[in-house]
């Protein structure tokens, strides 16, 4: 009744943006990430008969009773799913920078899936595990495989063909993803809201669907020919579209801030020097950068002489999720 597990984060490179439906936390569209190595969640869940509640450590410490109402709201599925009704112990350790734009619920409810499952003597497979990570965070569902990953939306009401699916191995394309931090705020506006703000008013949001496939095809070809210039472009583009589409809501809002900007603006100058470099950004202020490793280090003091740069991390594509002894 006992098991740990390990999952990490990724960095959406086509966005998911928008919900079909928020229950079953099905997408409006499809999205392709990187799993990254450098930031994780490590979990250990054990089912417990004589608890008459879920207990649920963070970092060491018990989370506040909202916290606390998500992870049961969410362990329920998994209960209902296995069909048991023994509460739990959690005991999750985040190795990621939180509320910065950096998605720890990705890893987290990840590593919560796959370690509550394995726990409860359940052997699923990446596609089932997938499923579930999805019904506590949509980008969840795309942190159970490594490397290159496309979340596909799927047609059906139940969400029983919305998973995701490796396209390429953490080991078979090296590229580099810098994590630009440039401050530590919890964000305003919440993904959940903000994406769900967007699709409710914002006549852009039309926009977006219309493209949004067409560039998970153009990524998908980039990475099958290993055409970095193409996938950073469609990146790029991809993370400014959805943007966009926020300053169209009502009322309107926008995740960047001044240092964002000038992140972005020294990345196209970079360009004009004849590095190859592309940013894309999630929902919150912080850039992550793609470049090739070969430029790593000159895009890396290039950031970081900015007066707006806190930190850089370096990130390669990570692996999918992997069990620990207990
Ligand atoms: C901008 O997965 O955090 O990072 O499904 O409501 O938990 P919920 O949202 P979440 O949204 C991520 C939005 C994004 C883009 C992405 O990761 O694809």
Redesign the pocket.
């Known amino acids: 009744m006992k098991a740990v597990a390990q999952a990490h984060t ?3 490179l ?4 928008g ?1 079909r439906d928020e229950a079953l ?1 099905l997408p409006m569209n499809s ?1 392709l ?1 990187i799993t990254l190595d450098r930031f994780y969640t490590t979990t250990g869940v054990q089912f417990c008969k004589d608890l008459s509640k879920d207990i649920f450590m963070l970092n060491g410490e018990l989370v506040n009773e909202q916290e606390l109402a998500k992870m049961t709201r969410f362990l329920d599925i998994i209960r209902n799913y296995a069909g048991v009704q023994e509460h739990a112990i959690i005991n999750s350790t985040n190795k990621v920078p939180t509320a910065a734009g950096f ?1 720890s ?2 890893s987290g409810y990840a590593a919560v899936a796959a370690a509550s499952t394995k726990a409860l003597g359940l052997e699923l497979g990446g596609k089932e595990l997938s499923m579930l990570a999805r019904r ?5 569902t ?1 942190s159970i495989f490594g490397g290159y990953v496309e979340w596909q939306k799927g047609e059906r009401e139940d969400g029983s063909d919305s998973y995701a699916k490796q396209i390429l191995g953490e080991k078979e394309w090296g590229l580099t993803i810098l994590s630009v931090l440039l401050e530590s705020k919890c964000k305003k506006v ?3 809201e ?2 769900k703000r967007t699709v409710e008013t914002s006549p852009f949001y039309s926009g977006w669907l219309d493209t949004v496939e067409h560039d998970i095809y153009s990524a998908k070809e980039a990475i099958r020919n290993h055409d970095f210039d193409q996938l950073g472009k469609v990146s790029e583009a991809n993370a400014l579209k ?1 943007h966009a589409t926020m300053l169209g809501a009502t009322p309107p809002f926008t995740y960047w801030q001044s240092g964002t900007l000038a992140v972005m603006e020294r990345i196209q100058e970079l360009r004009e020097e004849g590095i190859s470099a592309y940013f894309t950004i ?2 919150g202020p912080n850039v992550k950068v793609l470049c090739m490793p070969n430029d790593e280090e000159r895009v890396r003091a290039a950031l970081l002489h900015m007066s707006e740069v806190e930190d850089i991390y370096s990130c390669h594509p990570g692996p999918g999720i992997t069990y620990l002894p207990e």
């Open positions: 990724n960095i959406a086509i966005k998911y943006w919900k936390f999205s990430s998605a619920s990705a506590g965070s949509g980008s969840a795309r919440s993904s959940r903000g994406m959805m999630d929902a």
